[in-house]
C-alpha cells in the first residue's frame, strides 16, 4: 500500500486546507473529485455538449449560426433530450441512475418554466422582496426575507398562482437545474440506489455531508449583489412548485446549495484556452484546496473528473493551493477578482511581494 502524500488539517487562516505529509515531485496526481456533486450545462451549449463527459462539440470554430450538435441522443419518455459524443458515453449514460433522474427532472422543469409565463395583465408587483432590497443587507433581512418565501411556498394554492406568472428568467432556470441535480444525486444517496464513487482521501460516502461542509458565502454574496436574494428567493419557490413528490422532502436545502454554490463552484470550459464557459460545477472535494496566486498545484477536467495535480515539486508540510483566478493579471486586478467572487483579501506571498506597501508613507 502506498504511503498517503497529503492530509486535510485545520489552519488559523482558512478552514481547512490541505498539506503536504512527504516532499511530493511536480506532475504527481494528489487528489481526485470523482463527480460534480451539482452542475449544469447551459441552454445553448446542450446539443453540443455530451452529457456524459461534458465533451465540446464546436472546440476550435463555434458559429452561432451554425452550432455542431453530436450526433449520438438519448429521447427518453418523461425526460430532456440529451446529447453524447459517442455510444460509450451514452451506454455509460444509460446504465447510470443519476444521469437519467436528472433528465427526467430537467423535463418537468423546463415544461413548468413555460407555464411561469409572465401575465400581461399583471402590473409587474412581485410579492417577493417588494420593496427591494435596503442600503445595508443583514443575516436577520435574509433570514425574514427565507421566512416570507416559506411562507407564500406553505399554501400550494397560494405558490402555483405566484409561480403561474413568476416569469422565471433564463438564468434562474440554470440555477434550478443545478440545484436540482443535487437534490437527486441527494436522494440516489439516501436511498442507496447507486454507490457514490469517493475521492481518494475523503472517506465518507456521503456527498452531500461534504456540500454542507463546504463554506456559505450567503451574507458576503446577497451584500455585493443585493439582487441575488431575490433570484435564489424565486429559484426556491419555483423548485417547490416544479420538483416531482419524492423530491420534494429536499427543498429545505435549497438555501443551503445556493449558499455554496458561489465561491465552490467551477466553470465548466470548452478547454485550456477557457474561450467559452459551457456551465458550472460544484465538485465539493475541490473546495478543500485553498487559493494561491502561485499555486503549486493546478486542477484539469477528464470527463466530469476533476484531477489535482502538483504544478512544482513540493516540500514537506507546504500548503497545497490551486488558483481561482487568471494569474497573469496584476495584483490590483487578483485581489479584486478574489474579493468578488471568493469574499476574501489574498494574503499569499506573491500578493505580499507585490502589493504596494500600506505602511509606507506615500
Ligand atoms: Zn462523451
Ligand atoms: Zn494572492
Known sequence: MTQPLIDLRTTLYGGRSLFAI??????????????????VIYKDYRREVCA??????????????????????????????????TDECKVTWESGVIGPLIAGVNALLGKAKIATRKNP???????????????QITQDYIDKAWADVEELVSCRARLSSYCSTMNLEDMELEISRSVASAIVQRYVSDHRLASLATS???????????????????LPNVSLRPYILAAHL?????????LPKHLRQYVPTVRHILARDTGNAFGIWDGDNRDEMLGWGLWAGASYFNHSCCPNVKKTRVGRTMHFTT??????????????????????QRKRDLQNSWFFACRCQRCQSEEPDEASPH
Do not use: M
Open 22 to 39: 512527504q516532499p511530493i515531485i511536480e506532475g504527481t496526481n494528489i487528489f481526485t473529485c470523482q463527480v460534480p456533486c451539482a452542475h
Open 52 to 85: 456524459q463527459c461534458f465533451a465540446y462539440a464546436a472546440s476550435n470554430s463555434r458559429s452561432i449560426d451554425d452550432p455542431r450538435t453530436w450526433g449520438i441522443k438519448s429521447c427518453r419518455t418523461n425526460a430532456e433530450t440529451v446529447w453524447f459524443c
Open 234 to 242: 424565486r429559484v426556491y419557490a419555483f423548485l417547490c412548485y416544479s
Open 200 to 218: 481518494s482521501i475523503i472517506t465518507t460516502s456521503d456527498l452531500w455531508k461534504e456540500v454542507l461542509d463546504l463554506q456559505s458565502s450567503e
Open 311 to 332: 504544478s512544482r515539486s513540493v516540500e514537506i508540510d507546504e500548503e497545497l493551493c490551486i488558483s481561482y483566478i487568471d494569474t497573469n493579471q496584476t495584483v490590483t
Open 121 to 135: 395583465d399583471r402590473d409587474g408587483y412581485d410579492p417577493i422582496l417588494p420593496n427591494g432590497p435596503p442600503t
